[in-house]
């Protein structure tokens, strides 16, 4: 099972980006029943929740901090979860990483960074 995260960079504040995650060694249908979340670290932080997504994708949960700026969605036909970052600020800034949990374990990506600055 592999996790690839994918479409960070530098962006200006105000600016937006879509983060993807790949998601391989699941077939359709078992990709199709996990849930999946986006999470982020920063600098001398600890790792934390950004959103997640429902196994359908019919009910999505946000954090305060990104709450009206980003959207998660996924795609199940392509086994893949994005993150559409709008309106980003200086504290976004961060490694994302995609997450999910499929019993007995979970299992992360390595992270894609995305750095907010002008």
């Known amino acids: 099972v592999q996790l690839v995260e994918s479409g960070g960079g530098l962006v200006q504040p105000g600016g937006s980006l879509r983060l993807s995650c790949a998601v391989s060694?699941?077939?359709?249908?078992?990709?199709?029943?996990?849930?999946m979340s986006w999470y982020r670290q920063a600098p001398g932080k600890e790792r934390e929740l950004v959103a997640d997504?429902?196994?359908?994708?019919?009910?999505?949960k946000y954090e305060d901090p990104v709450k009206g700026r980003f959207t998660i969605s996924r795609d199940n036909a392509k086994n893949a979860v994005y993150l559409q970052m709008n309106s980003v600020k200086p504290e976004d800034t961060a490694v994302y990483y995609c997450?999910?949990?499929?019993?007995?374990?979970?299992?992360w990506g390595r992270g894609t960074q995305v750095t907010v600055s002008s």
């Open positions: 060694g699941f077939t359709f249908s078992s990709f199709s029943r996990l849930a």
């Open positions: 997450r999910t949990y499929w019993f007995p374990r979970e299992y």
């Open positions: 997504i429902s196994s359908g994708g019919g009910s999505a």
